[in-house]
């Protein structure tokens, strides 16, 4: 780790800023070390008292589902390069053996962290609330009684027992499921093992004593198992759970398609690689060593937990009718611009509307998508859908306007990691309406959130454009912290029509005006605009920029932003997970500060702002500077064609950047400290600060 006070060591121990190498690997935060210590920041808000309870439940679930994706997709890809030998590394030089061993490291200490959260935080809050998840074996012997009759009734038929023996191969153990190791003897003394699968799946995590309190399914399974191997002695049964490689490697060959390609890569993640085994903590070594060999892991990837496996299974618990337990609901504000829908294309013909979700309400843009489906003078409907979520009302609308007659063509994006299923089917029944369905792209994802809506008007054809960093998903707007804008543009609306064109047809752009579309231009476009900003410092001194997003990684534009702090422009960056820069490191990025927030909603919105010599460029969209997003993905970046609303978003950024509850500062050793107020100055909450003035962007409230 490099720190100010070894910065200038960097190249080849030569002092002076002007010399230091912006290639060097000290300059740069390894990128799944990064991703982990954003989950100690979840973890932070699990143990947070100043939470209601539940939601604090539901950030330790959210530790334990990250941790889960971390394995099936990061852990998995850097134990493929090390089969494969793959000699490329990152920027920060690791090569994937030392990361995988630093992985290891970090996340060892992760699970008594969850489980000091659980065992001595939670579960006595809970407990304390009138809610209590308690031992089988600490029950009452009636309650005891009760429970058995029920698990002999209702669950006990649905188990199957695999024993391994000479006739009988080791069970096959699919991804993520929860099962018990079960050791029995027979009457001579010997041991034998079993697998029995916990049908969570079937009953839920949670199975109720009462009205109050609940065991967990697998202690419930485990106290019973006597009724499950008759005659013999139940030695012990601890849990453990397997994770396996998630990546889809999609092969198209002459005669298939995309679609087919993706569901058999889907079906294949159950039979993929193991790269994780979990265990009860107090699982005996040699059971553990059994289970490992069998599954093909070596020692290295087991971990043991003493908190519950598959911390996940807490969101069953966040649904608890407590609502004194969950934060307070609020009504998002409905923009007047979109109120009443029937009028908002003639308003949004002459102004354009900044959409900021869950402050904003979703389900008035949906009003506007579902009075376009049945208004006569749409033409046609163009999206991009990503994840799309399992009750639609933008799919309701969408098939709406085929059945009344528009042409509706919807690219659905199969390969969004673990919604895949979802989408396809999603995508059979616009089919099936008859709906222009484009499945996506063979190389590239497209992670472009954009509907053009075509229609006719006194002027001529209209087109207006939604654009934004958020999915047409209307769960996840409730939850994650989204910019979107809505625009009759005709140099956007054109581009838009583009982008369109060469996404579903082999169209080339001639080039686009306003746009910046990944792969093909969005990288170099936000290089110029750095340069553009150095440029500009180095002869007025009023050089800034402002950008928040999800992901900084990419080298080419860690080295921009690492030269015009150098040259003295002021870099302010919200980067709310992934970071690789390093800010304030003396001569290299003193003049650059990152905060996270990590809060009630997931911060999701991307804004790059420009000063640009006092007329502000600000550009929002789908894309965070990572080499996945600029290389691999079709992405795009649009302009704020409002000065006023360029105004608004970037006092957005600055109330975020101002928050002193949720913050943390990224530090140049790579660790956070929390941000704290200034002398008497009151806390802020950015996303509370959010809620209670929701909808000042629009001009009035």
């Not at 999609?250 to 679609?259: A, F, N, P, R, T």
């Not at 892991?297 to 649904?319: I, T």
């Not at 950008?547 to 422009?569: E, F, H, P, Q």
């Not at 302010?572 to 003396?586: E, I, M, S, T, Y």
Request: net charge negative; hydrophobic share 45%.
């Amino acid at each position: 780790m490099i720190g100010p006070e070894d910065a200038h060591a960097v190249h080849d121990g030569k002092e002076g800023c002007d010399l230091l190498d912006l290639d060097a690997p000290g300059l740069y935060i390894n990128r799944e070390l990064s991703w982990l210590s954003f989950n100690r920041r979840v973890l932070e808000e699990a143990q947070d008292p100043a939470h209601p309870l539940l939601e604090r439940l539901k950030f330790l679930a959210i530790c334990g589902s990250n941790l889960d994706e971390f394995f099936m997709a990061r852990v998995s890809g850097l134990l493929r390069q090390v089969e494969e030998g793959a000699l490329e590394t990152p920027p920060d030089g690791m090569t994937p053996g030392e990361q995988l061993a630093a992985i290891r490291t970090a996340v060892r200490s992760l699970y008594p962290a969850y489980a000091h959260c659980w065992e001595d935080d939670l579960l006595p809050a809970l407990g304390a609330a009138g809610i209590a998840i308690a031992r089988v074996a600490d029950l009452d012997p009636s309650l005891r009684a009760a429970l058995r009759e029920t698990f002999e009734t209702s669950i006990l038929p649905t188990l199957t027992p695999m024993a391994f023996d000479a006739a009988r191969p080791f069970p096959f153990i699919s991804s993520l499921a929860l099962s018990l190791a079960v050791v029995v003897r027979d009457g001579d003394g010997s041991s034998r093992f079993a697998r029995v699968k916990v049908p969570v799946g079937l009953f839920g995590r949670f199975s109720p004593v009462d009205a109050r309190s609940f065991v967990l399914l697998e202690d419930l399974v485990a106290a019973n198992l006597d009724l499950l191997f008759p005659g013999m002695a139940i030695a012990g049964a601890w849990a453990f759970r397997v994770t396996r490689d998630a990546e889809i490697e999609v092969q198209i060959e002459e005669g298939s398609d995309l679609l087919t390609a993706v569901e058999e890569g889907v079906a294949h993640r159950r039979t993929a690689d193991a790269v994780r085994l979990e265990v009860a903590a107090d699982m005996p070594s040699d059971l553990v060593s059994f289970l490992a060999g069998h599954i093909g892991l070596l020692p290295e990837q087991v971990y043991g937990s003493p908190a519950p496996l598959a911390l996940s299974d807490l969101w069953s618990l966040h649904a608890l009718d407590r609502p004194d337990l969950r934060d307070a609901p609020f009504l998002p504000a409905v923009p007047p611009l979109l109120d009443p829908p029937e009028a908002a294309a003639e308003r949004l013909r002459r102004e354009d509307l900044l959409l900021y979700h869950p402050y904003d309400s979703f389900a008035a843009f949906v009003r506007f998508l579902s009075h376009a489906a049945d208004d006569p003078a749409v033409l046609a409907i163009k999206i991009t859908l990503y994840r799309i979520g399992a009750d639609s009302p933008v799919l309701d609308a969408l098939l709406a306007a085929r059945k009344n007659g528009k042409q509706v063509t919807v690219l659905v994006e199969l390969k969004a990691k673990f919604d895949e299923t979802e989408n396809i089917s999603w995508a059979r029944t616009l089919e099936r309406a008859g709906v222009h369905v484009v499945l996506g792209h063979p190389r590239l994802k497209v992670h472009a959130k954009v509907c053009l809506i075509v229609m006719r008007h006194d002027s001529g054809i209209l087109r207006i454009v939604h654009l934004g960093s958020g999915n047409y998903n209307p769960v996840t707007t409730r939850i994650y912290g989204d910019l979107s804008y809505m625009t009759a543009d005709p140099a956007i609306a054109e581009d838009v029509g583009h982008l369109f064109n060469a996404l579903t047809g082999y169209a080339r752009p001639p080039g686009y005006k306003r746009l910046l579309v990944a792969p093909d231009h969005l990288r170099n476009g936000i290089v110029a605009r750095i340069n553009r900003e150095i440029e500009r410092h180095q002869t007025h001194g009023d050089g800034s920029i402002a950008w928040k997003m999800n992901g900084l990684l990419d080298g080419d534009v860690i080295r921009a932003l690492y030269r015009a702090s150098r040259a003295g422009v002021q870099v302010d960056l919200q980067v709310r997970g992934l970071c690789a820069l390093r800010p304030g490191v003396p001569g290299v990025s003193e003049n650059i500060r990152v905060l996270s927030i990590v809060g009630r909603f997931l911060e999701h919105a991307r804004i790059y702002y420009f000063h640009n010599g006092g007329e502000p460029e600000v550009l929002l969209g789908s894309a965070d500077m990572m080499p996945r997003n600029l290389n691999r993905r079709v992405e795009v970046l649009f302009p704020v064609p409002d000065p006023a609303i360029a105004l608004e978003v970037k006092r957005i950024f600055d109330i975020h950047f101002a928050d002193t509850v949720k913050g943390r500062w990224l530090c140049p050793d790579g660790t956070y400290l929390r941000a704290r107020p200034e002398g008497e100055t009151e806390p802020l909450s950015s996303q509370d600060w959010l809620i209670t003035n929701r909808g000042v962007w629009h001009g009035r409230t």
